[in-house]
């Protein structure tokens, strides 16, 4: 073990929040270690800017919990943490670790539970990377470094601490961190890791649950080189163990996209990793609408099958959450929408809630030389420019073409009557599907009701009326006749 200068290796007290000090301060002062470890301490010795601070200590999570009272929560099961608010901030505090005992490991030698508390040499010994693995203390101005973790740093190079081999079987995800980081730090991988890490070894990834792999997912799509790191889950054989039905490719659309994700989040701006889900999932989603076609199923029809059949195959890797599936849908089905709406509808799509993803999306596709888009792209980008008066301009003068398209049978779309142009509403992109807990149902039920209620649907029942609140009798089946539609 080296005790490091914390100077001598570019740390210093001013560059880390207010939160992370003061979790490490009371701390100290109830006479417990506390150690800044992991991401945090990496990233500022090579100059990069950390995402979050994590704190380790030999306190257990509940003595944690006796030091911060209320600002603490324990959380985990697999995994116990303790999280402390600091001020606006959440600080993940985490306990030394020992070895996991070998009960709680899974046939495949997989861990399945680790909370074994230990010492800061065994915690160390079981961290992934050495570059991950360096404690430091602020106030004290050191850094325990156990493996030569500093020389990596120097080197640019990623280890894993103790066998590769029994690291990846102990949890998967660690290969898919291996490419995050080396993609993410610019680092060379260590022979050694290189050596086990083969198509078999990426299997492994199988045993991992689509929650945890959904996650992993997201971190790699906001990490900001998204572009570096896909041709690596390609090489490694990752991709398939990812994504159930994209072919391992990187078309010019998805490249297109990567790198515009990748741009956003160098300039500080926001991006929903769902978005890029959408890119990924086109492809098989105009596949499997096309196969719906195929069978004369109507094509509105065919889009909300064939985009629920295709999250539905994407769940078996990862499993998206509900709020980012409809998302995804939303942003397929504004494609239809913006690339031959209805001209009393086009200032009312501008305003929609989803216009912006959809709009960035036909865009990506058009300039990565999708030619379906019929140069829509462009034409709302302008369309957004325009001046009130310009707009209507150019919304005759789309419909004067597609007037014309239209006598030449292009487009069989009803035009809705003039009357209706000024309340134009747009119908919604896509129909929630049904929440799938009984409480949840109720739940949807008594809130549809309410807005009816409020749009005057049917004033005579709200959420509160009686038919809302009785209890279901559960009926004697014996006694109900079957007639033949039942
Ligand atoms: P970043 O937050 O920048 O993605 P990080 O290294 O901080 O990177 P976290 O997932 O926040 O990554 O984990 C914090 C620390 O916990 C890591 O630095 C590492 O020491 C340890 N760690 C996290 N995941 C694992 C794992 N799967 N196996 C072993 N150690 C891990
Ligand atoms: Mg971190």
């Not at 701390?27 to 301490?41: D, M, P, S």
């Not at 990596?152 to 990623?158: R, T, V, Y």
């Not at 960035?360 to 302008?382: A, H, I, P, Y």
């Not at 009557?417 to 739940?443: D, F, G, M, T, Y």
Request: glycine letters at 6%.
């Amino acid at each position: 073990m080296q005790t490091l200068r914390a100077s001598k290796c570019g740390l210093s007290t001013a560059q880390l929040p207010s939160s992370i000090l003061d979790v490490i301060d009371a701390l100290t002062k109830a006479g417990y270690e506390a150690y800044i470890v992991g991401g945090g301490v990496r990233d500022l010795m090579l100059g990069l800017n950390p995402k979050d601070f994590d704190a380790v200590t030999n306190a257990t999570p509940s003595q944690v919990k006796e030091v911060f009272g209320r600002r603490c929560r324990i959380i985990g099961r697999r995994f116990e943490l303790a999280h402390v608010y600091s001020g606006r901030e959440l600080i993940e505090v985490a306990t030394f670790r020992a070895p996991p005992k070998k009960a709680v490991t899974s046939a495949a030698g997989m861990i399945l539970r680790d909370n074994n508390w230990g010492t800061i040499e065994q915690d160390f010994a079981r961290r992934d990377f050495s570059i991950n693995a360096m404690y430091y203390q602020p106030r004290k101005g050191i850094v325990l470094d156990f493996c030569n973790a500093y020389e990596d740093i120097k080197a640019k190079k990623l280890s894993l601490l103790g066998d590769p081999m029994l690291r990846f079987e102990e949890d998967p995800v660690r290969m898919l961190r291996t490419l995050r980081f080396a993609a993410k730090l610019n680092f060379s991988i260590d022979q050694s890791i290189l050596d086990v890490f083969t198509p078999e070894t990426a299997q492994l990834l199988r045993d991992v649950s689509p929650h945890r792999l959904y996650d992993e997912s997201q971190k790699l799509f906001t990490m900001g080189h998204l572009n570096r790191v896909m041709p690596m889950l390609i090489e490694f054989e990752i991709w398939h163990q990812l994504f159930a039905d994209i072919q391992p490719n990187i078309t010019p659309f998805i490249e297109r996209a990567a790198k515009n994700t990748d741009q956003r989040i160098s300039i500080g701006k926001t991006i929903n990793p769902a978005f890029f889900y959408a890119v990924l999932l086109w492809k098989p989603f105009l596949e499997r609408c096309e196969f719906y076609a195929k069978k004369g199923v109507v094509a509105a029809e065919a889009r909300a099958q064939a985009g629920l059949d295709v999250l539905k195959r994407q769940a078996t890797r990862t499993v998206i959450p509900r709020f980012a599936e409809t998302f995804i849908r939303e942003v397929w089905e504004m494609q239809t929408r913006l690339l031959n709406p209805k001209p009393q509808q086009i200032e009312a799509l501008s305003g929609h809630a989803r216009f912006r993803a959809g709009f960035d999306f036909l865009l990506l596709r058009e300039k990565s030389g999708d030619q379906t888009t019929q140069g829509m792209g462009v034409w709302w980008d302008t369309y957004q420019t325009l001046s009130t008066d310009e707009k209507e301009r150019a919304i005759a003068d789309y419909n004067r073409q597609r007037a014309k398209g239209r006598r030449k049978g292009a487009t069989q779309e009803d035009i809705k009557p003039l009357h209706q142009v000024q309340q134009a509403e747009i119908e919604p992109l896509v129909n929630e599907p049904e929440p799938r807990s009984r409480r949840a149902r109720k739940a949807k039920q008594q809130a549809d009701f309410k807005a009816q209620a409020v749009n005057g649907g049917n004033d005579q029942i709200t959420a509160d009326h009686p038919i809302l609140k009785r209890k279901r009798v559960k009926r004697d089946l014996s006694t109900v006749i079957f007639g033949p539609t039942q």
